[in-house]
């Protein structure tokens, strides 16, 4: 007899389940949807390894690229089989226990802070959730790696064991999970119920999956001389004797005109099993765009990116020319948990499909790192299908394909902010609404509130957008400078005249007529910089200042020295560049003579803190402000330096 090893799960791993296992009130359905995503991907390894390797997919039922489901109402179990590339031993030891994933841990911390368990799926754990219907679980699979086929099995009390398999490699090459289903969860043997649920998570999933159906069928059947009267109504459970029984009835020829005055014929219901496709396996981006709705789109971001959200926005193209390939991009409505993270980390986010094969979800070049958070497939016809995961990097038809999804991925970005601006055109800006509103004896706080609220479909979207993402598209102005320009016009901030956050262009547009530069400032926030000595000049002239608030924001704005062909000048640095008139650099010589003794006085006395002491052109009424030399650190950055932000 096979030895049985127990293991225990590590001790995240065994932390996770508890939350699962005693989770009361989340969706449960969602193990079939983490089930089908496994199989799914299994046999996307699968097939890929085929392309390259003789032989891979073996013969018969095992080289069917397929899925099926069963429910066993007896037994009270429901299986999913797959003819992917199975696990082997090793595999199912660490991959279904002991090596903790890492995003255990955070899907445990945002558990913790109040996420849903049904979110699983997009932490990489999602095999977990069968302990969310189940109470004993049962893998049962067959690698080509390994000539065994091996058993796991867990009640989910902290430990598993694996068993050789004492029937053999029964499955050829794939993998089997049985849930025996817990006495409150016998909804999922219903068919039915599995019908629905398996077309809903399998819509888009690029490979047959079938349903187990047993239906009753009523057949009239024509009558056996031989059989008794009055057994019409019997249930026929036997199907084959039935279909003897008939031709039987289509030998004898002849028979049916003779006893033409008697009922010859009458109903037999009997048991059909069948496996019945449930989903059509076409791929979403090889239909027309204009034949998919908007729901079929947002159901396919679901299952591509796990997100319980629907997609902020998303483009569907198909490139044409020296180089072909469909696409979907998707924005999501809200940064994925581990975005911020770490910027440098690698990314599964777009999939690399070459004729429908899914080449790769790894290959992370395709798109630059400030794009990280688009999700989407790009699948073409102008690489070999035998490409492998190596010889992408080298692949010059993917960087022109990285490029053109770039450059859509920024047009997709640019529409959402057009969409955003041309509603806010029809519309009376803050200022000029709050001061009707003071007219009308309205509160203005209320009315620009009122507006608020009128959030439409495409309103709102852009600062959703920028709230997300913003710092990305800041990392990526300083890091891609062929597209700097038109990252710059995504770029917002708030200002001294509007806490609202606008766009360079917007603030060039409302530039007074003397005014030749576009001033900023950057530090903690909008109160504390308009109280700032820096800016008192700027703000007593009514020139508009940017506020920079965000760690980064600095960082970029080296980068951006101008926009439209105005400069972009730190009011915190020394020399500020103002207009001055004649009066104003009059007045300023009177200011130098006059403080002179002063200066030095100054000087003296703080010695080597201070570069220099100067008479100063940024202040109105405030005796002294602390300014940076025109080259070298702010003190804001040295701040954020020092705090080490992201
Ligand atoms: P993820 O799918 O995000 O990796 P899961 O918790 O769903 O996380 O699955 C964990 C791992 O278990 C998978 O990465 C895979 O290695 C293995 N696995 C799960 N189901 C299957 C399957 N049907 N066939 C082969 N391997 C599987
Ligand atoms: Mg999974």
Redo the contacts with the bound molecule.
């Keep these: 007899p096979a030895k049985k090893e127990d293991f225990a799960f590590q001790a995240d791993v065994n932390k996770l389940m508890d939350i699962i296992i005693n989770s009361l009130y989340s969706k449960k359905e969602v193990f079939l949807r983490?089930?089908i995503?496994?199989?799914s991907?299994?046999l996307d390894k699968i097939r890929f390894m085929s392309l390259t390797e003789e032989g891979v997919l073996g013969e018969g039922e095992t080289a069917k690229l397929e899925m099926k489901i069963v429910a066993d109402k007896e037994a009270k179990t429901l299986s999913i089989i797959?003819r992917?590339?199975?696990?082997t031993r090793e595999?199912l030891i660490q991959?279904?226990g002991t090596v903790a994933?890492s995003?255990t841990s955070s899907f445990i911390e945002a558990f913790s802070e109040g996420a849903d368990v049904n979110l699983i799926?997009q932490f990489?754990?999602?095999?977990?959730s069968v302990y969310l219907v189940a109470d004993m679980v049962t893998v049962t699979?067959k690698s080509n790696d390994d000539e065994k086929q091996w058993i796991w099995e867990s009640t989910a009390d902290s430990t598993f064991s694996v068993t050789e398999d004492p029937a053999g490699p029964t499955l050829g090459r794939?993998?089997q999970?049985t849930l025996h289903l817990k006495e409150d969860c016998l909804e999922f043997l219903e068919e039915e119920r599995l019908r629905g649920l398996v077309k809903h998570y399998s819509e888009f999933i690029n490979f047959p999956i079938f349903l187990y159906t047993t239906k009753e069928e009523e057949e009239e059947v024509p009558i056996d001389d031989s059989e008794a009267e009055g057994e019409a109504d019997e249930a026929g459970e036997e199907e084959e004797e039935t279909e003897e029984e008939k031709e039987e009835e289509d030998d004898g020829d002849g028979d049916d005109e003779a006893d033409a005055e008697l009922p010859k014929t009458k109903k037999v219901k009997r048991t059909v099993n069948d496996w019945e496709l449930v989903n059509d396996a076409k791929a979403l981006w090889t239909r027309a765009p204009a034949d998919i709705s908007e729901d079929e789109y947002q159901a396919f971001y679901k299952t591509l990116s796990k997100d319980h959200n629907s997609a902020l926005t998303y483009t569907h193209f198909n490139a044409e020319g020296e180089v072909e390939f469909k696409s979907i991009l998707f924005i999501p409505e809200e940064a994925p948990h581990d975005l911020y993270q770490d910027y440098y980390k690698k990314v599964k986010n777009i999939k690399l499909y070459v004729r429908r094969v899914m080449i790769t979800d790894e290959f992370d070049e395709l798109l630059p790192r400030y794009l990280a958070f688009v999700r989407g497939v790009v699948d073409s016809d102008s690489l070999p299908l035998n490409v492998s995961r190596e010889m992408l990097q080298q692949n010059k038809v993917l960087k022109v394909i990285g490029k053109k999804m770039t450059r859509k991925v920024l047009a997709m970005i640019k529409a959402l902010a057009d969409a955003e601006k041309s509603e806010g055109d029809e519309e009376e800006d803050d200022e000029a609404k709050a001061k009707k509103a003071v007219g009308e004896g309205k509160d203005g706080a209320d009315a620009a509130a009122d507006d608020d609220e009128e959030e439409g479909s495409e309103k709102g979207k852009y600062a959703k957008f920028w709230k997300a993402f913003g710092k990305y598209i800041k990392m990526g102005l300083m890091e891609d400078s062929s597209n700097r320009t038109r990252l710059a016009k995504l770029l917002r901030y708030a200002t001294s005249k509007s806490e609202k956050e606008i766009s360079l262009e917007d603030y060039v547009g409302r530039m007074r007529d003397d005014q030749k530069h576009i001033y900023y400032i950057s530090g903690e926030n909008r109160d504390a910089l308009l109280r700032s000595p820096a800016v008192e000049k700027l703000l007593a002239k009514d020139i508009e200042v940017i506020f920079m608030t965000d760690s980064l924001d600095e960082y970029t704005v080296q980068h951006l020295t101008e926009f439209e062909g105005k400069r972009l000048i730190n009011a915190a640095r020394e020399g500020l560049k103002l207009d001055e008139d004649a009066r104003e650099k009059k007045l300023h010589d009177v200011y130098k003579d006059k403080f002179a003794p002063l200066v030095s006085f100054v000087k003296a006395t703080l010695g080597g803190k201070v570069d220099k002491v100067v008479v100063s052109k940024h202040l109105v009424s405030s005796p002294v402000v602390v300014t940076t030399a025109d080259y070298g650190w702010t003190a804001q950055m040295e701040k954020v330096m020092k705090a080490q932000a992201f």
């Design positions: 983490e089930l995503s496994n199989a991907d299994a797959d992917g590339v199975g696990m595999d991959h279904l994933q995003g799926g990489g754990v999602g095999f977990y699979s794939g993998t999970i």
